[in-house]
């Protein structure tokens, strides 16, 4: 990375539990590719004020990531399809004051599903209702799949998640059991007060067929442990940070790494 200097271009993520997965792989890439560029994380006290910073010191790109995904709509200028298509945000690009809002959250859930040739025949649960969910369940449906169930407790808002994509809801895990169980809420996330809770209960975990967490830190969280120790396939959070911030990377600088690039600062992240 070269020394700060006044004429680096800044990206930066939101977070209310910053980690340093988006850090590391940024700026590992700014190096490899000799961009004059630096990447920083930052936990906000005040979503308003940190976006208007965003626009007011020309701060190119800023990651988006939980508990902002929809907070944020209101205060950019403009959503691509990619985001207003799912109300959720986790992507804002800065174009001379101008902010455009993205949602890569989505293409790698939907790359993972096709990567790990998941029969869309698997029944699916999805544990969560915000942005996370959002991207998740859109992605489901667009792959085709049929049988899915959200699992939230609030009800309003799982209701209108599930019915949005002609799904069903339920308030809580006491149903059936499922192929494909994915935990999208912060249940497992280092740092929470559930950190060392399993976000699925062990009946459902030793029934699924395969088990997908979306929660990057820990690289390895409870459910992935729990999944790993009974034999199943996993899809982990790790592997969703990596395709979302390499379609961040591409927005941001307009370059797209090769996919040895990629893979280095993907390795460089993960070794912390």
């Given at each position: 990375?070269?020394?700060?200097?006044k004429?680096?271009t800044?990206?930066?993520?939101l977070?209310?539990?910053?980690?340093?997965n988006?850090?590391?792989?940024?700026n590992?890439?700014?190096?490899?590719?000799?961009?004059?560029?630096?990447?920083?994380a930052?936990?906000?006290?005040?979503?308003?004020?940190?976006?208007?910073g965003?626009?007011?010191?020309?701060?190119?790109g800023c990651a988006?990531?939980?508990p902002?995904?929809?907070d944020?709509?209101?205060?950019?200028?403009?959503?691509d399809?990619?985001?207003?298509?799912?109300?959720?945000?986790?992507?804002?690009?800065?174009t001379?004051?101008?902010?455009k809002?993205?949602?890569?959250?989505?293409?790698?859930i939907?790359q993972?599903?096709?990567?790990?040739?998941v029969?869309?025949?698997y029944?699916?649960?999805?544990?969560?209702?915000?942005g996370?969910?959002k991207a998740t369940?859109?992605?489901?449906?667009?792959?085709?799949?049929?049988n899915v169930?959200v699992?939230a407790?609030?009800?309003?808002?799982g209701?209108a998640?599930?019915?949005?994509?002609?799904?069903?809801?339920?308030?809580a895990?006491?149903?059936?059991?499922?192929?494909l169980?994915?935990?999208?809420?912060?249940?497992?996330?280092?740092g929470?007060?559930?950190?060392?809770?399993?976000?699925?209960p062990a009946?459902?975990?030793?029934?699924?067929?395969l088990?997908?967490?979306?929660v990057?830190l820990?690289?390895?969280?409870p459910?992935?442990?729990?999944?790993?120790?009974?034999?199943?396939?996993?899809?982990?959070?790790?592997?969703?940070?990596?395709i979302?911030?390499?379609?961040?990377?591409?927005l941001?600088?307009?370059?797209?790494?090769?996919?040895?690039?990629?893979?280095?600062?993907?390795e460089f992240m993960?070794?912390?």
């Amino acid at each position: 990375m070269p020394i700060l200097n006044k004429d680096m271009t800044l990206c930066i993520s939101l977070s209310a539990r910053p980690s340093n997965n988006g850090t590391r792989f940024h700026n590992h890439l700014y190096g490899q590719l000799d961009l004059n560029w630096i990447y920083k994380a930052f936990a906000p006290t005040n979503l308003e004020q940190a976006i208007a910073g965003v626009r007011g010191l020309g701060i190119r790109g800023c990651a988006i990531s939980m508990p902002y995904k929809e907070d944020v709509i209101a205060l950019v200028d403009e959503m691509d399809p990619s985001a207003k298509a799912i109300d959720s945000v986790n992507t804002i690009v800065n174009t001379d004051g101008h902010l455009k809002a993205y949602n890569t959250d989505y293409t790698a859930i939907e790359q993972l599903l096709a990567s790990n040739n998941v029969p869309t025949g698997y029944s699916v649960l999805v544990q969560g209702a915000g942005g996370m969910a959002k991207a998740t369940v859109a992605a489901l449906r667009d792959a085709g799949f049929k049988n899915v169930t959200v699992i939230a407790r609030n009800e309003a808002a799982g209701r209108a998640l599930a019915d949005q994509y002609g799904f069903q809801w339920r308030a809580a895990l006491d149903g059936g059991p499922a192929d494909l169980i994915i935990n999208v809420t912060p249940i497992g996330m280092a740092g929470g007060a559930e950190a060392d809770s399993l976000s699925f209960p062990a009946g459902a975990i030793d029934a699924a067929r395969l088990v997908f967490d979306v929660v990057a830190l820990p690289a390895e969280t409870p459910l992935i442990r729990a999944a790993r120790a009974g034999g199943k396939p996993v899809i982990t959070g790790a592997e969703v940070a990596t395709i979302q911030a390499l379609e961040q990377f591409v927005l941001y600088t307009g370059v797209r790494p090769t996919a040895d690039q990629v893979r280095a600062a993907e390795e460089f992240m993960r070794a912390q």
